[in-house]
Nanobody, 128 residues
């Protein structure tokens, strides 16, 4: 069983930045698709960004392109989501999720049920 330990959420004013972290426990150096989803009250869950561990590519939702950056620490498998130029529409609970044994592909956000492991979520609140 894998746990995904999230941290880094908080409250920030519009235009500010936050960095989320997602650390797998235990860490294994296998290829996985690590994805950040978010869900705001009354809205559907939305895929935000995805990164293939082990050096693969990244994918972003159109709503965050140019503002959010996904990255990883290859030594311990932690993935990060740097969120810049935040706006109130980014307010949501953010979850990291892992689809094991394969890299991300263009359908990364289409089928959340394919993600076997989920973090507990971390709240991001952006005020205007």
């Amino acid at each position: 069983q894998v746990e995904l330990l999230e941290s880094g959420g908080g409250s920030v004013q519009a235009g500010g930045s936050l960095r989320l972290s997602c650390a797998p426990s235990p860490y294994t150096s296998t290829v996985n698709c690590m994805t950040w989803f978010r869900q705001a009250p009354g809205k559907e869950r939305e895929g935000v960004a995805a990164i293939s561990t082990g050096g693969g590519g990244t994918y972003y939702a159109d709503s965050v392109k140019g503002r959010f950056t996904a990255s990883q620490d290859n030594d311990n498998g932690t993935v990060y989501l740097l969120m810049q130029n935040l706006n109130p529409e980014d307010t949501a609970r953010y979850y990291c999720a892992r689809k094991p044994w394969r890299p991300c592909d263009p359908g990364w956000a289409r089928y959340p049920d394919e993600y076997a492991y989920w973090g507990q979520g971390t709240q991001v609140t952006v005020s205007s």
